[in-house]
């Protein structure tokens, strides 16, 4: 089946640094979806993104379908952008998402 | 806005108890879901649901079983809960045919089988 990594694994940031955060994916797929976990626990769809490029804030996210990756941009980040952030895609034979491990971000004050 | 609702946030049974989780989302949804999440193996499909009484394995369902009576109830069951199924266990929702539609996720239940 269709592999998800991410990375880093881990990202410890400064507030007010920018990150980018890496999906990379092993077989073609018709839609992708970045996720933010709060420390809390609540899973939160940041975006919906085939291809292209999406903003919303201080958050962005490309992805190059051709080349099986997409990256999430997080500018002026900020101590509640916290959490782990997970891609996932859909499964080519079953149609299932499947996620990533996850990237777990921790901003500093 | 979405809202998908979990019956506990947190739950403590002892092993050989049946457990039930409730999930239940206000959206009109076609498509519910039940995952489990444990550190370093990311989220794991278990059981969804594209329609009232239907239902499809993920996963990982050895030991889970699921109901939908209702289109915006969707009840996760652990006929005889085991320590290792001790986890933190997130609903979802979508919208929609497909089931890889924006999915929209509970607060989460982090169960501990004692």
């Known amino acids: 089946g269709i592999q998800v990594e991410q990375s880093p694994p881990d990202l410890i940031l400064q507030e007010g640094a920018n990150s980018t955060l890496r999906c990379n994916f092993s077989?073609?797929?018709?839609?992708l979806q970045w996720f933010h976990q709060n420390p809390w626990g609540q899973l939160i769809n940041l975006f919906y993104?085939?291809?292209g490029t999406k903003q919303n804030g201080r958050l962005s996210a490309t992805t190059v379908a051709t080349e099986r990756y997409s990256l999430l941009y997080i500018s002026s980040s900020q101590t509640t952008d916290s959490g782990v952030y997970f891609c996932?895609?859909?499964?080519?034979?079953?149609?299932?998402?499947?996620f990533g491990q996850g990237t777990t971000l921790q901003v500093k004050p | 806005d979405v809202k998908v609702t979990q019956s506990s946030r947190y739950l403590v049974k002892r092993t050989g108890e049946k457990v039930f989780l409730e999930c239940v989302q206000d959206?009109?949804?076609?498509?519910m879901f039940w995952y489990r999440q444990d550190p370093g193996l990311g989220l794991r499909l278990i059981y969804f649901s594209y329609d009232v009484k239907m239902k499809e394995k993920g996963d990982i369902p050895e030991g889970y079983s699921v109901s939908r009576e209702k289109k915006e109830r969707f009840s996760l069951i652990l006929e005889s809960a085991s320590t290792n199924q001790t986890s933190m266990y997130l609903c979802a929702s979508s919208w929609g045919q497909g089931i890889t539609d924006t999915q929209y996720f509970g607060p989460g239940t982090r169960l501990t089988v004692l």
């Open positions: 996932a895609v859909p499964s080519s034979n079953t149609g299932k998402l499947i």
């Open positions: 993104i085939p291809s």
């Open positions: 959206m009109d949804h076609e498509n």
């Open positions: 077989d073609s797929v018709n839609n």
